[in-house]
């Protein structure tokens, strides 16, 4: 599978972004599928995930104001995320892999096999 995310760029706080993850070589309608971000000299998060089973996980931090969603016809899956905070900074990285849907495991980068190269999402005061 190899994953295309888009969709970053800069936006004032409390604006709005929707990043896009097509995926390519295989359907990803059995695959999990999950948002991970990283900020300069911070480790990386989990900020999104859906399990082909059709839960979705979300850290506390980002509940109410970031949505995952999938649409299988395009094999594409999207992160809308709102109300933006200039702690949302960060290069985001969509994932995809086979496994058991509970929260840990989504929110866990090592569950994933495939990774995106990451788009940009800077959000200003």
């Known amino acids: 599978v190899q994953l295309q995310a888009s969709g970053g760029g800069l936006v004032q706080a409390g604006g709005s972004l929707r990043l896009s993850c097509a995926a390519s070589g295989r359907t990803i309608t059995t695959y999990a599928m999950g948002w991970f971000r990283q900020a300069p000299g911070k480790e990386q998060e989990f900020v999104a995930g859906?399990?082909?089973?059709?839960?979705?996980y979300y850290p506390d931090f980002v509940k109410g104001r970031f949505t995952i969603s999938r649409d299988n016809a395009k094999n594409t899956v999207y992160l809308q995320m709102d109300s933006l905070k200039p702690e949302d900074t960060a290069v985001y990285y969509c994932?995809?892999?086979?496994?058991?849907?509970?929260?840990?495991?989504?929110?866990?980068?090592?569950?994933?096999?495939?990774w995106g190269q990451g788009t940009q999402v800077t959000v200003s005061s």
């Open positions: 859906f399990h082909w089973g059709g839960s979705t």
């Open positions: 994932a995809a892999g086979r496994f058991s849907g509970t929260y840990s495991r989504t929110a866990t980068p090592s569950s994933y096999d495939y």
